[in-house]
């Protein structure tokens, strides 16, 4: 039975709406990405959560992971005696906020990871504290690990500032950290910070190919998604338009929409979980867009599993 590696970080989420009313507390970081999964899982596969919890939430933590389908929790869960990162979310507005983490679970070294990872046989990594993995892990994953490698950059680019507001930092390394993976996922703010070429988004997703990753994907709200694919990429079979291509606004802000929290992770585990499934690359965006703008019309992760497995078959009596 295929394997997939899901690495993240389990956050306690505080999300403060821009309308300055109380927040609504509930699982967050990667939640969201282990939610989608029992609604997007390929036939046969199951996710292997990656994870650190603190100590203080570990027995929350435990029991919402057993709550959802598709996982094996038994084996790499790990819990630790920091205390469990807990973020509050301040939205400006329906996309804009800033972040305040207060926590310290630590990340995973080279040779953690690599024991982990080797009972997998594909390795999803949102950095959802910024610091899941290091350099030498990544080196692992680049030189080491045979089979599909997905990177949601998220806080891969943001430090940890005074108060503990989420600021942004360079990357140091970028080339090591993108021949880690195959494909990436990022939003235009984090292309930005990756990539200064001149040429426009087109332009900077090219860049970041050239340092060895197949795909790269932006995610960009109610505006859609666009990607670009290397040349020879071994997801380009069956996409449509040549080597790259774009899509327009999936109802990404759909009806009803009031929290946009989540939405990318639930989009990266949805496309990923397509293309290892056979699907071309636009018809995976397709699928992880519906299913982010259902995301988007839900509070937090409770409830979310069942709600995306609804529209997952939903959409796919429709196709």
Known sequence: ????GVVGTLVWDAIHGPDGGDPHNDWGGIAYSLAAWGAVAPAGWTA???VKVGSDLSDDARGFLSGLDG???DEFVVTVPEPNNRVDLFYHDD???CERLTGGVPGWGADELRSAALSCDAIYVNFISGWEIDRTAAKYLATDFEGARWCDVH??????GSGGMR????VEDRAAWLRAFDLVQMNEDELGFLSSAEGGRRG???DLLSEGPEAAFVTRGADGVEWAIASGSRWLEGAEGGSSGSLEAEDLDGPGATDPTGCGDVWGISCFASLLDGDSVPEAARRASRLAAVTAAHHGTAGLADRLAR?????????
């Open 1 to 4: 039975m295929p394997r997939l």
């Open 48 to 50: 292997v959560p990656i």
């Open 71 to 73: 996982l094996a929790t």
């Open 95 to 97: 996309s804009r906020r």
């Open 155 to 160: 806080s891969l680019i943001l430090g940890v």
């Open 167 to 170: 600021e942004p930092r360079p």
């Open 204 to 206: 900077r997703l090219e």
């Open 311 to 319: 529209a997952n078959r939903a959409g796919n009596t429709q196709r």
